[in-house]
């Protein structure tokens, strides 16, 4: 197990800066988000010659990039926005492998138009699951064509808002490009009314088995 951290901690002027300070932290290992590199998250182009950049000055400081933020909201209540997320994730998915990154971090999404990490009544709603699988499906396509992995967590704020749910989305794709995120912080606070240790080891075992198996 290696120490890391999210690159976007540290604000810094420059790609350069950026990754200096997180050297001089004595750590090697970044979530990396590309407005540490000057440009959106969520882009709508990337730079010839930016992600060979990013990777050479990764390299030459050590640094591995185990993630790389893909976020937008994949089941905003407008179309068009879900549209625009998946085309700015299938660049970031076609240029992750030129950065070193192999995972690419997903937000399921919430049916909340302003904030995609805030809790909206209608993300329990058998609307919403189909809109999410609606997404996936597109999500995954990139995956496979890019040949990089998608990230998923669950997240109090959104549709995957607890282990089950997590579960349940490996199951209905079974797709080796689809992958889990375990955040013990973000397990716990899926529930606050419930024993910490015993959804972090319910947690282990939907990761473990299919739902179908319990």
Known sequence: MQLGIFAKTF???SLALTLDAVRDYGLNVIQFNLESAGIDSMPSEIPDGLPAL???ETRARAIEIAALSGTFNMIHPDSAVVAQGLASLELLASAAGLMGARLVTLCTGTRDSGNMWRR???NDSSAAWQSLLSTME???VFAERHRVALGIEPEP???INSARKCRRLL???SSPWLKVIFDPA???STDMTRDPSTLIDEALVARMAPSGSR
């Open 11 to 13: 604000r810094r002027p």
């Open 54 to 56: 990013i990777r050479s």
């Open 120 to 122: 909206h009544p209608e």
């Open 138 to 140: 597109q999500a995954l």
């Open 157 to 159: 704020g959104n549709v």
């Open 171 to 173: 199951d209905e794709f």
């Open 186 to 188: 973000n397990i716990i």
